[in-house]
């Protein structure tokens, strides 16, 4: 299953926007995803993941403010991100995961991800 995410683009702080991640197959297969970001000359990180039974995990940065969903009937995985702030612009990410004792690791080919720019 390849993921293809979208919906980035600029927003001023204190707005919304929602990514979308697009599978080719049927999402309800993966039993963990997650998004991530990467912020110009940082790593990447982990900001939120979503399992097939239901459970979410939140970075401490985004807790609060970004919510991690799967439409299953449409095979896409969303992130929908409220408040943003200036330290949130990164090019975002989505990718499988998998579980090594209580961390999530990526699991899967990385896409091109979608850029989100927040600032005035």
């Known amino acids: 299953v390849q993921l293809v995410e979208s919906g980035g683009g600029l927003v001023q702080p204190g707005g919304s926007l929602r990514l979308s991640c697009t599978a080719s197959?049927?999402?309800?297969?993966?039993?963990?995803a997650g998004w991530y970001r990467q912020a110009d000359g940082k790593q990447r990180e982990l900001v939120a993941a979503n399992t097939r039974s239901g459970i979410v995990w939140y970075a401490e940065t985004v807790r609060d403010r970004f919510r991690i969903s799967r439409d299953n009937a449409n095979n896409t995985l969303y992130l929908q991100m409220n408040d943003l702030k200036p330290d949130d612009t990164a090019v975002y990410y989505c990718?499988?995961?998998?579980?090594?004792?209580?961390?999530?690791?990526?699991?899967?080919?990385w896409g091109q991800g979608t850029r989100v720019t927040v600032s005035s």
């Open positions: 197959g049927s999402i309800d297969s993966i039993t963990y």
């Open positions: 990718n499988k995961l998998r579980k090594s004792n209580s961390d999530y690791l990526p699991f899967g080919s």
